[in-house]
């Protein structure tokens, strides 16, 4: 770590670098510290820039510090001294500036930043609120509303959204020093503003705060530290600064010892562990310039979508040329929704979707880098689309396929250079969901592996690698989760209890309307196969509503009856009925004892995975439960909920 000071005239230059991310350790808050009183010290110096060296500003406090005692010069500290600095401090900011850091660029007089900067306050995110001033500064630069939206959400925001509104004085086009430097010296010719402590803020009435308890309420389902921020917001407006501040405080050492927080730290290092596993530091992946997905239905368009997000042009397979149009019209439709939610412009949906080639021609596949199965789940049409694959492929092109549930070992049987063969299991809809399991068979080779793991950094997902069994580790987890609910059900638990115990849990459905949703035939044709196989695969409820033609949504009906149109579940008589047979009443259970039971279902069979090496750690498997099946952030994962951690 080293602070350094540089001198371009009358301007100061203070950098920061601290790497990886210029995170605020005890020695770095020292060195800056030390740096206000050489500067204030020193006539020659008009005003200081402070710049931060490697690829981001300051992205916050250090959170490897958050679980021991905390170290003086404490942040809050050295954000009141940066402000009261004999000189005007600007904060030259690039990357990002998040929590601490951002905090430390409101203690600076100015800020200001490159056109691809982020700021924000992603505290809550962390299971706490800011702690040095976040939430007592923000609403006298930005106004309460918007205050409250940044820091109760999380969310940050680029340079140009926050010039607008008015957490950034300037953005800079070209060098960020020098613009900085030349910042300083124009800022110097004017009269400076007020230090961001002392400016006033309009303090909204009693509604407004009602309306945004009730808003924050809703979206963060359970979890305590958007309500806590908010909170903090309201004294912030309402009380002076140092009461304020010192409620914040409070506020921040309460949270930082929570239980939700220690979850959410263990979810954060999971998430940045994932993508890099240790064993294959080593391993050069095979570059990845030119991608082909089999199948254009719901797993093969997304997939193509989440491709062609990452940059990659993508060729689209399919049997003939009706189903041709139809996967190009599946892409279409993902990228006209894009469009609907704001998410891209028209010109660039048109420019996604001109990057996918359409064919049912297997030459265009001659100079792929990677190619995606997502054919039907049938062995036999899987086994001869590899076929045409080994056939039409350079021989080091990775093929992987999307398997919900067949053996790999299975689909790759037979085909030459098998070492180039995996799995690569992605969540409906994949373009949206961010869990990639990965999953190799015997002969994958470790550079095909590294290779899996550098489409999901590319495409932004969340690698866990797992072994083979059926479902792989989340659809393995989910039968379990099913089976411990419909037990409950025979048991006489009333289905809509169920739900809404999981829902007060903090997901965001519960196991049957879930069911309802996605459709009951699918597993049920799943069951159904195993059976005809020959094996010895007990009747589930799900089986007798799916033969008395109850799908779900799509059918007007599953576990629930549903109005037609209508989307809201209600309880069913007829199901009742269905099941009368198969109910015998045991003892009442509440909410709170219901979601316990379910989530030590998850756990003990994650426990089983882990024994059987399916999964390498129980913080993959939470990954995989947050990522690819709404289990709460917040509480860590089954693993972490019920003390198995590592
Ligand atoms: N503290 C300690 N280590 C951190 C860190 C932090 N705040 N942020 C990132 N790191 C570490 C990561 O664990 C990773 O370590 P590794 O290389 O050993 O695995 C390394 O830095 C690089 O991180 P990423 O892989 O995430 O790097 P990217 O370049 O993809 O992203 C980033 C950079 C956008 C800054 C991202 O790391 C990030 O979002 N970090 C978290 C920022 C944050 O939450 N800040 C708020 C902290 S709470 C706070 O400030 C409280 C205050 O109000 C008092
Ligand atoms: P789907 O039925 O929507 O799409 C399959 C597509 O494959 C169809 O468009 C069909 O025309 C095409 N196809 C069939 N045979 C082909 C061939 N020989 N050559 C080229 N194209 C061919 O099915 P879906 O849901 O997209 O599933 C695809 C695969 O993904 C399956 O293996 C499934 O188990 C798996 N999967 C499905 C998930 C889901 O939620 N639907 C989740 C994860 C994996």
């Excluded at 009141?80 to 600007?90: L, Q």
């Excluded at 997939?303 to 060729?315: C, E, H, S």
Aim: proline fraction near 7%.
């Amino acid at each position: 770590m080293t602070v350094t000071i540089d001198r371009q005239g009358e301007i100061a230059t203070v950098t920061v670098d601290n790497p990886p991310v210029n995170a605020l350790s005890a020695a770095l808050r020292q060195g800056l510290w030390d740096a206000v009183a050489t500067l204030d010290a020193d006539a020659s110096v008009a005003a200081v820039v402070l710049v931060c060296a490697g690829r981001t500003f300051i992205a916050g406090a250090d959170v490897t510090e958050f679980g021991k005692p905390p170290v003086p010069p404490h942040l809050p500290d050295l954000v009141d001294r940066i402000e009261a600095a004999a000189k005007p401090w600007v904060a030259a900011i690039h990357g990002s500036a998040l929590g601490g850091g951002l905090e430390v660029a409101m203690g600076c007089r100015f800020r200001v930043a490159v056109p691809d900067a982020w700021l924000g306050l992603p505290e809550v995110g962390l299971g706490i609120v800011p702690g040095a001033g976040g939430t007592v500064r923000t609403p006298r630069l930005l106004g309460v509303p918007a205050a409250v939206d940044l820091v109760t959400s999380g969310r940050p925001l680029r340079a140009a959204q926050a010039a607008e509104a008015g957490l950034v004085d300037a953005v800079v086009q070209g060098d960020l020093l020098e613009g900085a430097v030349a910042f300083a010296r124009l800022a110097l010719t004017r009269p400076l503003p007020q230090p961001v402590s002392t400016r006033p803020i309009a303090a909204p009435d009693a509604d407004f705060w009602a309306e945004q308890e009730k808003a924050v309420a809703k979206s963060a389902r359970g979890a305590a530290a958007p309500l806590r921020a908010l909170a903090c917001l309201r004294k912030a407006a309402e009380a002076d600064f140092a009461d304020a501040m010192a409620f914040e405080r409070q506020t921040f050492l309460d949270l930082r010892g929570s239980e939700q927080a220690a979850a959410l730290r263990h979810v954060f290092f999971a998430e940045r562990a994932a993508p890099r596993p240790a064993a294959l530091r080593d391993v050069e992946p095979l570059p990845l310039r030119r991608a082909a997905v089999i199948g254009g239905g719901t797993m093969g368009a997304g997939i193509a979508a989440a491709l062609r997000d990452a940059g990659l042009p993508v060729v689209l397979v399919e049997r003939d040329d009706e189903a041709v149009a139809r996967g190009m019209a599946n892409l279409r439709g993902i990228f006209d929704g894009a469009v609907r939610r704001g998410k891209l412009t028209g010109a660039q949906a048109e420019d996604r979707l001109a990057g996918v080639t359409g064919t049912t021609d297997y030459a265009a596949l001659a100079d792929t880098d990677l190619v995606i199965e997502a054919v039907f789940e049938e062995i036999g049409v899987k086994r001869a689309v590899f076929d045409r694959l080994a056939e039409a492929c350079r021989p080091d092109a990775v093929l992987a396929t999307n398997t919900s549930y067949l053996d790999p070992r299975a689909i790759a049987k037979g085909l030459p250079g098998p070492e180039r063969f995996i799995g690569l299991h992605f969540f409906s809809p994949a373009n949206v969901m961010k869990l990639l399991e990965i999953v190799p068979v015997p002969q994958t080779s470790d550079r095909t592996l590294a290779t899996g793991f550098a489409l999901a950094r590319a495409l932004k997902k969340i690698p866990v690698r797992a072994g083979i069994c059926e479902g792989f580790i989340g659809n393995r987890i989910l039968k379990r989760y099913r089976t411990a609910a419909e037990a409950l059900v025979r048991q006489g638990v009333a289905i809509a209890e169920i739900d809404a115990a999981m829902r007060g849990h903090g997901f965001a459905m519960g196991p049957f309307e879930a069911q309802d949703l996605g459709g009951l035939d699918i597993a049920y044709l799943q069951r159904e196969g195993a059976r005809a196989a020959g094996q010895a695969v007990p009747e589930t409820l799900g089986d007798l509503l799916v033969r008395a033609g109850r799908k779900g949504q799509k059918t007007g009906g599953g576990w629930y009856d549903y109005a037609p149109g209508e989307r809201r579940p209600q309880p069913s008589a007829i199901v009742a009925d269905l099941l009368a047979g198969s109910v015998d009443p045991g003892p009442a259970m509440d909410r709170k004892a219901i979601a316990a039971h379910l989530v030590a279902e998850m756990a003990a069979e994650g426990q089983a995975i882990l024994d059987q090496g399916i999964a390498q750690t129980p913080a993959e498997i939470d990954l995989v439960e947050i990522h690819g099946y709404g289990f709460p952030r917040w509480r860590g994962g089954p693993m972490f909920a019920t003390g198995i951690r590592g």
